[in-house]
């Protein structure tokens, strides 16, 4: 049973450290939405996110007035198209009618124009995964994922290799934008079915018909309250981590079953993440300096955002019996002031990057790269990434935005996207390897029945 004093104790948190809601998410199912003509499934698709979600922006809102808590994104989730429009064919119809029920009803994204390929594609599969350019390039809201590898299936380096050359023509696509349409995709292994957060948001084929799911952030308040015991040993500080972690959660449940019971829908989880914004005092980076270094990237940033990312973990599981999605802490370059700082400064480079994602919640997030970066160079940045998440049977991502027509220089996203500095890559080529395709076999570890 939540006890809304324990709430009503991190006002202070709100007013003065930027804690918010950072994502109330409704995800709905699409399966009964299934015809064989592209026009009607786009109908029904149009039809259920209307009658579903047509509240979901008032219902925020309206909790957001009650609590005095911001929330600050009202966003929805789609069962994968490339499973709703494999009928039909009609994906590009129902991206279409994605967007336009978004707009209509003030929701900021709707995730789901999703693929899940992580053992092999379908001719389908491949049909609606070469959608996805010209879908970003013409919808403003609807965001896009595939996930190509997992821990039991192994890494499908045929999907591997064919995202590389999506996410360079998305970039060109959207050059006029400084190639915005990558911000909107995300490339997985291991994606979890329940995650609020944007682009990589679907209702997995497991979850119910009509789910609210939660994202919360704070790394302004883990930052403050990790001020309050510097010089104080590893474990004091993994402890105070926790503690911070386990009040912003229950604040995060209340939320989460409130719009749940509102909209006539299930209540799914609550995912702590510390998703950070471009402002001072709200980085995960900072929270990084505040536990005793001097720039994020130096020796010792990997074992501190191990620590910061299970204490999180530890302390949100507390919390709540329904903690889920990705709940950690994420390291996006764009997104993040010290992480930009750090980049500036020379002190953090892609390779430390990819180190820091063997032990952060998610991966390689809203990094800007040269747009002269060849499509098998993307395409090796997602098989490294994915070989961490399937090794070390963690989500592990990419997002990485090939700046059409830039290759140094700053990049301004804008909003909670935030500005990056563009950072190099490799100039070595694994186009040979990217080449060969076929399917990286599962670690032995994967057999557990």
Do not use: W
Not at 13 to 23: E, V
Not at 379 to 386: F, L, N, P, V, Y
Not at 407 to 412: A, C, I, K, S, Y
């Amino acid at each position: 049973m939540l006890n809304q004093k324990e709430i009503i104790q991190t006002i202070r948190m709100i007013k003065d450290q930027h804690l918010d809601i950072r994502t109330v998410t409704m995800h709905l199912s699409l399966f009964d939405c299934i015809s064989d003509d592209p026009d009607r499934t786009a109908a029904n698709v149009r039809a259920k996110l209307l009658s579903k979600a047509g509240n979901l922006k008032s219902v925020a809102d309206k909790i957001q007035a009650k609590y005095g808590i911001p929330i600050v994104n009202k966003r929805l989730s789609v069962s994968p198209v490339s499973l709703i429009g494999a009928a039909s064919g009609g994906y590009k119809q129902i991206a279409l009618a994605m967007d336009e029920v978004a707009k209509s009803i003030g929701i900021d994204f709707i995730g789901g124009y999703t693929a899940l390929v992580q053992k092999s594609m379908t001719k389908e599969e491949k049909e609606f995964i070469l959608t996805i350019p010209e879908v970003l390039a013409s919808t403003e809201r609807v965001c896009a994922s595939v996930n190509v590898g997992s821990t039991r299936a192994g890494i499908n380096m045929d999907a591997v290799r064919l995202m590389g050359e999506v996410v360079k023509e998305t970039a060109r696509l959207t050059a006029a934008d400084d190639s915005i349409g990558c911000a909107k995709l995300v490339v997985f292994a291991n994606a979890v079915e329940d995650n609020p957060f944007m682009a990589g948001s679907f209702n997995g084929v497991s979850e119910g018909d009509c789910v609210i799911n939660v994202g919360i952030s704070g790394p302004g308040v883990v930052k403050a309250a990790l001020e309050q015991i510097r010089g104080e040993s590893c474990d004091v500080l993994s402890e105070t981590i926790k503690d911070t972690a386990f009040k912003i959660t229950r604040m995060g449940e209340l939320v989460g079953r409130e719009a749940a019971r509102e909209l006539g829908a299930e209540f799914g989880i609550v995912d702590l993440s510390l998703a950070p914004t471009p402002i001072r005092n709200d980085s995960v980076g900072e929270v990084l300096q505040e536990m005793g270094l001097s720039v994020v990237g130096t020796h010792g940033t990997t074992a501190c955002l191990a620590m910061l990312n299970d204490a999180v973990k530890k302390g949100g599981t507390m919390a709540s019996s329904h903690v889920g999605g990705l709940s950690g802490a994420f390291i996006p370059v764009s997104e993040d002031i010290g992480m930009i700082e750090a980049v500036r400064a020379g002190a953090l480079s892609l390779e430390k990057l990819e180190a820091m994602t063997s032990v952060c919640s998610v991966g390689l997030d809203m990094i800007a790269i040269p747009g002269d970066t060849p499509a098998e160079t993307v395409s090796a940045i997602i098989a490294d990434e994915a070989a961490i998440g399937v090794i070390n049977n963690k989500t592990t991502a990419v997002r990485v935005i090939p700046v059409h027509g830039k290759n140094e220089g700053d990049v301004q996203f804008g909003g909670l996207l935030g500005y990056a500095p563009i950072m190099q890559v490799s100039k070595g080529s694994a186009a040979d390897f990217v080449n060969r395709g076929g399917r990286i076999p599962a670690p032995i570890h994967s057999y557990k029945n």
